[in-house]
């Protein structure tokens, strides 16, 4: 038998946050039943800002609901205004007999209306930082977690205690993850909850995301049933994945198939999130560091290149991962994490929130070859705050063209933000210009923010005879 009072049976969960529309508003629905003796009564439902105890609105104080008197039911559905923490919460008025106080009912805790972001990818969208990080939880950044219940997000965000979702079980041991940093960042810059869905698999090639035919792969069914039973409404997509694709003995085959594969995965993305076109955005990591001893320079650098292309094409956010730390020879640290966290949650800002922010770190414009003997490159760039800084001989750029690789004799300043590279031969044949080539370049060159160069390998045509 019901407890007197109103028993909540449907709505939203504690912890649970909604996905705010384009007007800054999330709708619920609440329903249950109510057991009163009451001859003379209404049930009704209001929302409360935690923070203040207080109704969030006039509106939103209490209002009646829809009853069957009869069956012991109500219902109501409420729109909310981006923000929180709130509560929810019921009671029975009664509005005759000699006591006219409320009789109870149940509450629903710690709701937020914002934005939710589905974290995809492999080993460094899951998280296996190592090392301290003040990046604790954060009420406000809250979590749809593995069991499928919503909760405070805290690391490791891919926890499988409980797991509804093995499919993104691992061996290895989970820890720390971006998505705090990201999540905390956004939400002290504009008190908009964040609600996280994790989906990610280390080691995990972009065909466990998409077939070469555009089908779904076993992880985006996985991540679609994830994006429904949240609440079916998502904000954006936070993907970081590549590396898997990028090694091996068949790499060079999965790279070139991967400006297809992601472009599939694009279109799915925005499939399973009930979206078309760009509605969805879609944040990326550049591919990082990789300092093992037989990393495949070329492929990380045709990797890189890929993914910055792409994300010009088809209006992906680019975040520079290369000048991050690690805590092992492929996966960024936690204190690293903190700065990929926070560099995808400027890119939301600019991309979502309409804030100008210095996400975009330097990449070429254009480049040309300069000199009568065809033995100088001019790189013009964008994304430069104030000038360069550069060690004393930078090494961030190498030339190379059909003879092989070319030297550089000097750098030098010309004006603005190009770069006047002097080589020390003509150029000759088709000929690449690269930005912090291999698997683990050290960056030297700096702009006044502190941004090193986009890693980038850019194919300028052929020279000697014929036009660039």
Avoid at 44 to 63: G, H, I, K, S, Y
């Amino acid at each position: 038998m019901s407890s007197p009072g109103v028993t909540i049976t449907a709505g939203p969960s504690d912890w649970q946050i909604i996905q705010r529309n384009g007007e800054g508003l999330g709708e619920i629905a609440v329903s249950g039943t109510f057991v009163t003796n009451a001859a003379d009564f209404t049930i009704q439902v209001r929302v409360v800002d935690e923070n203040m105890n207080t109704p969030v609105l006039p509106r939103l104080d209490w209002q009646d609901a829809e009853t069957d008197n009869d069956a012991g039911t109500f219902s109501i559905r409420l729109l909310l205004p981006a923000g929180g923490l709130y509560r929810i919460e019921t009671r029975v008025r009664r509005l005759s007999g000699p006591d006219k106080r409320p009789m109870r009912g149940d509450c629903i805790h710690h709701i937020g209306v914002g934005d939710i972001y589905v974290i995809a990818g492999q080993s460094n969208a899951s998280g296996t930082g190592k090392g301290a990080a003040a990046d604790g939880p954060a009420l406000g950044v809250h979590l749809f977690a593995n069991d499928e219940s919503w909760k405070l997000a805290t690391h490791p965000l891919e926890d499988a205690t409980g797991t509804l979702h093995p499919i993104t079980i691992t061996s290895v041991f989970h820890g720390h993850s971006p998505w705090l940093a990201f999540g905390k960042r956004l939400l002290a810059r504009t008190g908009i909850p964040v609600g996280l869905i994790p989906t990610a698999l280390g080691g995990s090639r972009i065909e466990q995301w998409v077939r070469e035919d555009g089908s779904y792969g076993s992880l985006l069914l996985n991540m679609e049933e994830m994006i429904r039973k949240a609440g079916g409404e998502i904000a954006g997509i936070l993907w970081y994945q590549g590396e898997s694709d990028a090694l091996g003995p068949t790499a060079d085959d999965r790279i070139g198939r991967y400006p297809h594969r992601f472009r599939s995965l694009l279109e799915a993305f925005r499939t399973a999130a009930g979206k078309s076109g760009t509605e969805l955005p879609v944040f990326t990591a550049q591919l990082g560091a990789y300092t093992a001893l037989d990393a495949p320079d070329p492929q990380w650098s045709r990797m890189r290149e890929i993914q910055r292309r792409i994300a010009h094409e088809e209006q992906v956010e680019l975040i520079v991962t290369v000048d991050c730390p690690l805590s092992d020879e492929i996966h960024i640290s936690s204190s690293g994490n903190v700065l990929v966290g926070e560099r995808f949650a400027d890119a939301a800002l600019e991309r979502i929130h309409g804030t100008p922010t210095a996400y975009r770190y330097p990449e070429p414009a254009g480049i040309t070859v300069e000199g009568e003997a065809d033995d100088a490159l001019l790189l013009r760039f964008a994304n430069v705050h104030g000038d360069w800084t550069a060690a004393r001989h930078p090494s961030d750029i190498t030339v190379q063209d059909a003879a092989g690789s070319v030297p550089i004799e000097q750098y030098e300043w010309p004006g603005g933000t190009d770069i006047l590279l002097r080589l020390g031969r003509s150029l000759s044949g088709e000929v690449t210009v690269h930005g912090l080539y291999g698997a683990s370049p050290r960056p030297t060159l700096f702009d006044d923010d502190g941004r090193c160069l986009t890693p980038f390998s850019w194919t300028i045509g052929t020279v000697g005879g014929q036009s660039v």
